[in-house]
């Protein structure tokens, strides 16, 4: 798999960026299409051949243009557990991770770029960065793109843009999306409100692995809805003003929070760490809770010793895939539950010695 791993962090899980506070990351998408093929929902098993062999051209085209090194994963060399990882790791969607026939990857080391084979359209090339880097994230997905086209065809029409598979992608086949933290609004019930009319002004919020996913750890994942008519550029603008709307929104919440009732605030981080550094054994789902519950704690100075990134890089460590990764093997429930405990509680004491040295 020459210099990728599929263990470890990604760019994103690092933390840092702009808006890093409320904001885990930034992602653009292009959905893109081949002149000389059917979408892939028409392929044939020889076209869809050709394509993956033609993008292993592509690969080594973008291995040139001073991207770093890139390396192409075939789905159906990839095992079923590598191919979960990908998905917890938001390099790939749930739906490719189940295309072993036709799929694949391309990835650069860091991860921060990944561009998907044969997935809903014949390319998605995705550029994924900490915090709120919307603009930087298109920038280098667009010259990615145009590496590409240096190799390949694009079907485009003058009117319509570039041609994809669903018509919402239709235009700059472009979706931009901002992963954030959103605790206050939830606690204070006000996300269901303002998440509700965000969707009014073509603004689509999702949950942590996107469309039809759960908004777990207080995570939502924000994206335009709209492709066709502005630029690509406006766009981002759009969703960028959004985005600051919603954490001017998420502040104030977590202010009127303490203030009201410091005393209850306190309690609930303090008694989330506590398990957090204590427990034996944990499911996904009670980690991911308490893990947004420590972090609003770190961002509110209630835990200022412990470094905030922890929870970007734990929320995905601590999925199934990628602790059975770590661990070299396959884990049942109860393995997985012992094992994400004892992660947790080696991370957390990581990162209070880091700060405190």
Not at 81 to 89: A, G, K, S, W
Not at 292 to 309: F, K, M
């Amino acid at each position: 798999m020459g210099g990728v791993t599929l263990d470890g962090r990604v760019q994103w899980m690092t933390g840092g960026g702009p808006g890093s506070d409320l904001v885990l990351s930034s992602r653009v998408r292009l959905a893109r299409n081949l002149e000389d093929y059917p979408f892939p929902s028409r392929l044939t098993a020889d076209s869809a051949a050709a394509i993956l062999d033609l993008m292993e051209s592509v690969t080594a085209r973008l291995n040139r243009a001073g991207f770093g090194r890139f390396t192409m994963l075939r789905m159906a060399e990839l095992g079923p557990l590598d191919r979960r990882v990908l998905v917890e790791q938001h390099l790939i969607s749930p739906q490719h991770a189940r295309n072993t026939e036709t799929g694949a990857v391309i990835l650069n080391e860091d991860r921060s770029i990944s561009i998907m084979v044969n997935e809903e359209d014949h390319l998605r090339i995705q550029c994924l960065l900490p915090g709120l880097q919307l603009h930087k994230a298109w920038e280098i997905a667009t010259q990615v793109d145009d590496v590409i086209e240096s190799v390949v065809r694009y079907a485009f029409d003058e009117e319509r843009g570039y041609l994809t598979t669903c018509p919402t992608n239709l235009g700059t086949g472009i979706r931009a999306s901002v992963m954030v933290h959103l605790p206050g609004l939830v606690l204070s019930q006000q996300a269901g409100r303002l998440l509700s009319q965000l969707g009014k002004v073509g603004v689509a919020v999702r949950g942590l692995y996107g469309e039809g996913t759960e908004a777990l750890g207080n995570v939502f994942q924000v994206s335009n809805q709209v492709t066709l008519g502005p630029s690509e550029v406006e766009l981002i603008d759009n969703l960028i003003g959004f985005t600051r709307q919603l954490l001017d929104q998420e502040r104030s919440a977590r202010e009127r929070l303490y203030r009201e009732d410091e005393d209850a605030l306190k309690d609930r981080v303090m008694r989330a760490y506590g398990l957090l550094t204590n427990a034996w054994a944990m499911s996904s789902e009670e980690a991911i809770r308490l893990l947004s519950d420590v972090r609003l704690g770190i961002d509110l100075n209630i835990l200022s010793h412990v470094r905030p990134e922890i929870f970007t890089e734990l929320i995905v460590l601590t999925r199934p895939a990628c602790l059975q990764k770590a661990a070299g093997r396959e884990l049942d429930a109860r393995e997985r539950d012992l094992r994400r405990a004892r992660l947790i509680r080696e991370r957390i004491a990581g990162a209070i010695r880091k700060t405190t040295n």
